[in-house]
């Protein structure tokens, strides 16, 4: 009996929750409360939990799959590469509250309008794989992705210049780098999500 399971659907669907995470924690970080960080923790739980519950039943079905439209081991590699980003984005929030941060720092803007770009992307490009062989926009796609970590890159080098110039604390000094460093990671996570496209793509071209 043909299954009619989805994958691009299903890949594309776990995009789509690490943007709604990142755009939560947007949200959430341009008017900062800690004393609301335990609630929100609590809220973008719940995102990055439905995003699991998401993948584990796409890897099930997987699991019982006779025919795919991709190589099995790539279905598998998307998965868990889209399931970093949304955890990478939880992981920022985590550690604001677990290191007890009460002001943020000026730069914290970019660094997040930058996530909600990246994570923005990653949702087009999903979208678009399933006309991979033909789409030029997939191409397009994966090299503005690139480009996006390229920045983040730039972006925590930046800042973390400018923490060890300007500060005179070393407590804020290893709290901020740190967070910065996570920021990093969701780039580098997003950018690992196109990279793994580019390589279905070469694999089938």
């Known amino acids: 009996m043909k299954k009619n399971n989805d994958y691009f659907a299903m890949m594309a669907e776990l995009s789509e929750y690490s943007l709604k995470l990142s755009e ?25 939990h439905s995003a699991d519950i998401a993948k584990h039943d796409m890897m099930k079905k ?6 795919t439209p991709i190589e099995r081991e790539d279905i598998m590699t998307l998965a868990g590469e889209l399931d970093t980003v949304t955890d990478c984005a ?29 994570c923005t992307r990653l949702c087009e490009l999903m979208r678009e794989f399933p006309d991979f062989r033909k789409s030029k926009k997939v191409h397009e796609l994966v ?16 800042a973390v210049r400018e923490l060890y ?7 804020e000094i290893m709290v ?9 990671h969701c780039y580098d996570a997003c950018e690992h999500v196109s990279e793994a496209v580019e390589s279905v793509i070469m694999k089938n071209s």
Request: some cysteine.
């Open 165 to 171: 110039v300007t500060s005179g604390n070393p407590l």
């Open 24 to 48: 939560r924690l947007g949200a959430i970080l341009s008017d900062f409360d800690p004393f609301k960080l335990p609630q929100m923790l609590g809220e973008l739980h719940e995102i990055e």
């Open 90 to 118: 939880e992981d920022i929030i985590k550690r604001l509250y677990m290191m007890n941060v009460t002001v943020l720092r000026h730069d914290v803007e970019s660094f997040v309008s930058l996530l909600c770009v990246c």
């Open 176 to 184: 901020w780098s740190e967070i910065y460093r996570r920021f990093e």
């Open 62 to 67: 997987l699991a019982a799959e006779f025919i």
């Open 143 to 158: 090299i503005e992705i690139n480009r996006l970590e390229s920045e983040g890159d730039r972006l925590y080098d930046e």
